[in-house]
């Protein structure tokens, strides 16, 4: 079958289709069959076929799945922030989608992570290779999840995202404007990727998998430039004006600090449309009524 075709008639499942995973699911649409997963399935973008379902229910999965699925982009975010909420969307959840689906065998099953499972707070690089050891239950859940991905029947692939931004994510851009952040230097590295590189690398992943082309198993989806914290402000507030500091400004990151290798992307081919965040910042300031 020719990739084409094999792309065509591939049918992809975005469990959690929310903010990232419709985006994700949208960019897929246009060469697939996909699928997407929610609670409230009229919520799913146009073009995408919603299922609704609770994946922390397994009772209302029955059912709901298509018989056949070749790509399964798991992408849930908690619907609490506590450990049961983190537990729930991370392990849990999956187990259940992983029994629903049972012994059908998938091309790739996509696990959406987080670079909160490295705890290292020195400034050191990190990488795949690097250790993941969260001193939070945060990134202990999500590593969690991690591992069931991988120790499925499935080939499985995790992708750990840096912090995501981008227009529809500008929390960090208002609190600079407002006064509210105020980092003293040398503040900690931030590491960061574009909403669209973000959505890009999984439908890169995706149809490389389609394509029958070789993937790891694991990828960190950062852009190439992380930068401390102080640094980022500092360039913000040269372009544009913000309010001065006000006293309960923060201080900090909150994310430790460390940074960000994206080697083992940028070796597979993948080609970031937004490298640093001058990039996505200066187009997000650029559209700022």
């Known amino acids: 079958m020719a990739m084409t075709d094999r792309k065509q008639s591939a049918r992809i499942l975005v469990a959690g289709c929310g903010k990232l995973g419709g985006d994700i699911a949208k960019a897929l649409s246009h060469n697939s069959k996909v699928y997407g997963l929610r609670r409230n399935p009229d919520q799913v973008p146009e073009g995408i076929i919603g299922l609704g379902a609770d994946l922390t229910d397994p009772a ?6 298509p018989g056949q699925l070749d790509i399964v982009i798991y992408c849930l975010t908690p619907s609490s922030y506590d450990e ?7 392990v849990a959840g999956l187990q259940n989608l992983l029994e629903a689906i049972g012994d059908k065998p998938l091309t ?29 239950f945060t990134g ?11 120790n499925s029947i499935h080939p499985a692939t995790v992708v750990r995202f840096s912090g995501i931004y981008g227009p529809t994510r500008q929390r960090f851009l208002e609190e600079v404007l407002e006064g509210r952040m105020n980092p003293q230097p ?31 198993t694991l990828y960190v989806a950062t852009d190439c430039e992380p930068v401390r914290l102080d640094d ?13 500091p006000v006293d309960s400004a923060r201080k900090g990151g909150r994310a430790g600090s460390k940074r960000c290798r994206n080697q083992r992307l940028l070796a597979g081919g993948f080609e970031f449309r937004y490298p640093d965040y001058r990039a996505g910042y200066r187009e997000m300031i650029s559209n700022l009524s």
């Open 232 to 244: 980022v402000v500092a360039w913000v507030r040269q372009q544009l004006p913000c309010k001065e």
């Open 186 to 216: 040398p503040a900690p590295f931030s590491n960061r990727i574009h909403e669209q590189d973000a959505v890009r690398v999984v439908a890169w992943l995706s149809e490389q998998a389609l394509a029958d082309k070789t993937i790891e």
């Open 84 to 90: 049961q909420g983190y537990h729930n969307a991370y």
């Open 140 to 150: 202990q859940h999500i590593l969690q999840g991690e591992q069931t991905a991988l």
């Open 60 to 65: 209302t999965l029955d059912g709901k799945l």
């Open 108 to 136: 790739r099953l996509i696990f959406i992570s987080s670079t909160s499972v490295y705890a290292q707070d020195d400034d050191s690089w990190v990488d795949e290779t690097s250790p993941a050891e969260p001193d939070r």
